[in-house]
């Protein structure tokens, strides 16, 4: 089991070989049985597998060839809406138009999606997480046809994996764990965490590719810069304004 | 592996049993091989096992019993701090004030503290995620000395389980689940999707104690009334303005 866990790698080449109904079933089923809050299971998750569906996916996400090429795009979904119906038919008056009630509901998402993503890996399949989720939240709902109280929050592809990616390097578990109370990072510390990923000889060679003096500055300047990150700020607020979940007075 | 995650049940009374280190470690190092965006590892594990500050954590919970009887409490922290300091000491600027970057911390969290719970289960223990951590952000954030950039997200109580309590009710898989799109549904599709929950002998139950006409009802008035939900929404904004995560312009 923890060995599914400490061996995972994120898959980005598939076979064409579509995925059995029974095991996207038992993947599925396990994504489940995962925690979710108070039992409301406010999530959604939206499985695409049809070309046509796909290539239009693919474009949302800022065309990725793995999202063409993986026979299962699986979109996790914060929902209220099935939730809010059940209540108005029960005679019950929904509160869950606000941003407490979006983010219980991407709690949920997020804990079936690693559900899923593990379940997936213990069956032989490889997914890949897709961050451009949030990035485009409204072009995602069109596509999907998500109705009010309902967003995307996160996305995998799925399928059979066609390359063998060797295990990315992570920070010592010491750079994530904190014992009691947060202890906070001197200059020292940060150079210490930091020394293993920065000396690595993929780094070495984003510096050349990228002609940039630290690894850091790939992420500032290329990877995550300011801009990009206020324009996607502004749109998935504004998204969760359009689906309902903003009236927090 | 799987049957580890089909019969995830959460577990609200522990033995006084201490975990071992070695285990905890594992399990730690199986939070930290969750995918994260980019490989930013945007978030930390606050592991508290003292019993004084558990005392605090406790009354910021609600005074749930669990979080005083469980021997290790992980609070699951989006956090941008570290990575802000790496680029800062690095010749890098930081780009990470704002909402998306926030929410892609949460997303690195919630992926994290699910391969916890699954680790830690898979070595047989029990665990349960703790719904109030954004209800008390800011308390939790003075309790456990977070600086800015960093907000607590979720919170797993976890030790040896004293109790064995049924598997919970799911709606059927189909209630979550949507293929190629969204399909809305229709008020004798919720009727189908509610009716065995709906007829449970534990909903029976809770309908003669909470005096209520229907099950929807003890959601919207009692367990998550509009009331709460507002006033918690505009506290989890307001700490995340203070800790610097919504400068979106």
Known sequence: MQNTILN????????????????LERILLSGSRASTTGNMQVYSMVVTSKAEIKDKLWEAHFKQDMVKQAPVIITFCADFNRFNKWCTQRNASPGYDNF????????????????????????GL???????????????????????????????????????????????????????????????????????????ETTRKLLEVNKKETLAQIFTDNRYAKKDNVAFSQSLLAFLEKQGFMNNM
Do not use: W
């Not at 995972?8 to 095991?23: E, N």
């Not at 009010?148 to 390097?169: A, K, Q, S, W």
């Open 126 to 200: 490889g997914i890949c997480y897709l961050g451009t989720t949030t990035y485009m939240t409204q072009r995602i709902a069109d596509i999907l046809e998500l109705p009010r109280f309902v967003v995307p929050v996160t996305t995998l592809v799925m399928g059979y994996p066609d390359e063998t990616p060797p295990l990315t390097d992570r920070l010592p578990l010491g750079a994530v764990v904190h014992y009691e109370k947060y202890i906070d990072y001197s200059s020292v510390d940060i150079d210490k965490l930091y020394l293993e990923k920065e000396n690595l």
């Open 8 to 23: 995972h790698r994120s898959i980005r080449k598939f076979k064409a070989d579509t995925i059995p109904g029974d095991m």
């Open 100 to 123: 407490l009630s979006f983010f219980t509901a991407a709690i949920d998402s997020l804990l079936a999606a690693q559900n899923v993503a593990i379940a997936a890996e213990a069956e």
